[in-house]
């Protein structure tokens, strides 16, 4: 065999991107609704099977009755997938958060978040259960924990080159 025979080979240029929009409800309100966007850079190729690890940043952004607010969480994933199933939890931090409950402002940092997925990539989209919880500590108002559940949509990018 030549080694011009030999097909090119296939590598990342870099670690997969995910983008994901996620809308849903939660808290003791079931009139409440929370918008988050966030990217997640991991290790994991989204064609492999096996462990999964990356980091999450976002934007989120929360309503109810009585109140409203929005934070920046950062988390450390960890996890696995099983095409066409993965799995995922995360532990970190909402960097900052801003809060108005029954007309009070709250605003605090480092608020602690954790986070729980379940759900199926398929060809570059991923559709998942997602759950967390933050303890959202307030230096000027009351302190709050705050749980969600939303679906989330997302959009897995590869970078290969031949």
């Known amino acids: 065999m030549h080694a011009d025979d030999v097909p090119p080979r296939q590598w990342r240029e870099g670690p997969p991107l995910t983008t994901s929009l996620a809308i849903g409800g939660g808290g003791c ?46 988390a450390l994933v960890f996890g696995g ?39 199926l990539h398929v060809a570059e989209v991923t559709v998942a259960l997602d759950g967390a919880v933050t303890r959202r500590w307030h230096v000027d108002a009351d302190d709050l924990t705050q749980w969600t ?5 997302g959009w897995m990018r590869e970078a290969l080159r031949r």
């Not at 990356?54 to 969480?73: D, F, H, K, Q, V």
């Not at 608020?111 to 379940?118: D, G, L, V």
């Not at 559940?149 to 949509?153: A, D, E, H, K, S």
């Open 29 to 74: 309100d079931p009139s409440a609704y929370v918008a988050d966007v966030r990217a997640m850079v991991g290790l994991a190729s989204p064609a492999e099977t096996g462990v999964m690890l990356g980091l999450t940043a976002g934007l989120e952004y929360w309503r109810g009755r009585g109140g409203g607010g929005g934070g920046i969480p950062v």
């Open 81 to 119: 997938q099983l095409r066409p199933l993965i799995a995922s939890l995360g532990v970190g931090a909402n960097l900052v958060i801003v809060d108005r409950i029954a007309g009070v402002t709250g605003t605090g940092v480092l608020a602690p978040y954790a986070s729980a997925s379940i759900g």
């Open 149 to 153: 559940l939303v679906v989330m949509v």
